[in-house]
């Protein structure tokens, strides 16, 4: 403990240093630190909700501790938000956008020198979610976010926000970099849910060439609807199979790309195929020549049993 400490107060001397740089030298430590040893009382936010009320009380800091709730509670234009938040470009904490009349997010400042907003979140995380007026989150392309220490993502989800065309929110800017994305129920979404498979729901995948969240078939054994992911080209966060009744995963024809994201202590699951006592053939299509194990970080696992 006395080690970290002393760890964390060499870091903090490097105050005026990016955090893009700091986490390239010390990716673990830097956000240990920060979510233990940085916190300095007169940059902390301890209210529920973002309101007219509460807003005065918002620390004039660049890094802000704090959970950011803005919900239909929130009596505050964009405007007003922007300039709230126009000295914060670094949140520890979470952010909560629920139930709003927003029509979109960029009250948030990015970082001129790093050109991103930071956001770390720990075991919290991002959640707008029911804002029926909502159209542009094109901000999240300029959010860059850090997990806990053993390199876990946060709970990231955009979601049943009726007018929003997410269908690219996936893609661009720093968004790439994430796996565990729950995007679902707005006006267009930017892939389909890998970790929702069941025997009832297989057949509604037929048009998706995008998985987030990985693959996960677990206690699947009627397999008539597999050749519903014919379609998919990209997973992103790993397949896991097991405990089903799948022969071959020749059902994959059209994958070529399977992402994980390895940053941090820990390694991510690329394929686990457990339990599953029919499986004769372990070949798809495009494995020889086209299959790409795409890997954020470090290398990842392959588990067969």
């Given at each position: 403990?006395?080690?970290?400490?002393?760890?964390?107060?060499?870091?903090?001397?490097?105050?005026?240093?990016?955090?893009?740089?700091?986490?390239?030298?010390?990716?673990?430590?830097?956000?240990?630190?920060?979510?233990?040893?940085?916190?300095?009382?007169?940059?902390?936010?301890?209210?529920?909700?973002?309101?007219?009320?509460?807003?005065?009380?918002?620390?004039?800091?660049?890094?802000?501790?704090?959970?950011?709730?803005?919900?239909?509670?929130?009596?505050?234009?964009?405007?007003?938000?922007?300039?709230?938040?126009?000295?914060?470009?670094?949140?520890?904490?979470?952010?909560?956008?629920?139930?709003?009349?927003l029509t979109d997010l960029i009250f948030l400042t990015v970082d001129k020198q790093d050109d991103f907003?930071?956001?770390?979140?720990?075991?919290?995380?991002?959640?707008?979610?029911?804002?029926?007026?909502?159209?542009?989150?094109?901000?999240?392309?300029?959010?860059?976010?850090?997990?806990?220490?053993?390199?876990?993502?946060?709970?990231?989800?955009?979601?049943?926000?009726?007018?929003?065309?997410?269908?690219?929110?996936?893609?661009?800017?720093?968004?790439?970099?994430?796996?565990?994305?729950?995007?679902?129920?707005?006006?267009?979404?930017?892939?389909c849910q890998g970790d929702e498979i069941t025997e009832s729901t297989a057949s509604s995948y037929k048009?998706?060439?995008?998985?987030?969240?990985?693959?996960?078939?677990?206690?699947?054994?009627?397999?008539?609807?597999?050749?519903?992911?014919?379609?998919?080209?990209?997973?992103?966060?790993?397949?896991?199979?097991?405990?089903?009744?799948?022969?071959?995963?020749?059902?994959?024809?059209?994958?070529?790309?399977?992402?994980?994201?390895?940053?941090?202590?820990?390694?991510?699951?690329?394929?686990?195929?457990?339990?599953?006592?029919?499986?004769?053939?372990?070949?798809?299509?495009?494995?020889?020549?086209?299959?790409?194990?795409?890997?954020?970080?470090?290398?990842?696992?392959?588990?067969?049993?």
């Amino acid at each position: 403990m006395l080690r970290a400490i002393l760890i964390c107060d060499i870091i903090r001397t490097f105050e005026n240093v990016s955090p893009r740089t700091l986490i390239y030298f010390f990716p673990i430590l830097f956000v240990s630190c920060h979510n233990n040893h940085f916190r300095d009382p007169k940059c902390v936010f301890n209210y529920t909700e973002v309101t007219s009320k509460t807003i005065k009380f918002f620390p004039k800091c660049v890094t802000v501790y704090g959970i950011l709730v803005i919900n239909e509670k929130t009596d505050l234009t964009v405007s007003q938000l922007n300039v709230t938040f126009s000295t914060m470009t670094t949140l520890i904490g979470g952010i909560r956008i629920e139930n709003t009349n927003l029509t979109d997010l960029i009250f948030l400042t990015v970082d001129k020198q790093d050109d991103f907003f930071s956001l770390y979140c720990g075991k919290y995380g991002i959640f707008i979610e029911n804002n029926k007026y909502l159209t542009n989150a094109r901000i999240l392309w300029r959010l860059y976010y850090y997990g806990d220490e053993s390199g876990a993502e946060c709970t990231f989800q955009v979601m049943n926000n009726p007018q929003l065309d997410a269908e690219n929110l996936c893609d661009y800017g720093y968004m790439p970099l994430y796996m565990d994305l729950k995007v679902k129920g707005n006006l267009r979404d930017c892939g389909c849910q890998g970790d929702e498979i069941t025997e009832s729901t297989a057949s509604s995948y037929k048009n998706c060439t995008k998985l987030l969240r990985g693959f996960r078939l677990d206690n699947v054994i009627i397999i008539e609807n597999l050749p519903s992911f014919s379609n998919v080209k990209l997973i992103r966060g790993g397949i896991d199979i097991k405990n089903s009744g799948v022969h071959n995963l020749s059902f994959f024809e059209s994958l070529d790309t399977v992402k994980v994201n390895n940053e941090g202590g820990g390694q991510k699951l690329i394929l686990n195929l457990e339990n599953n006592p029919l499986l004769e053939r372990f070949a798809m299509p495009n494995l020889r020549s086209d299959l790409t194990i795409d890997k954020v970080g470090r290398g990842g696992r392959i588990l067969m049993a």
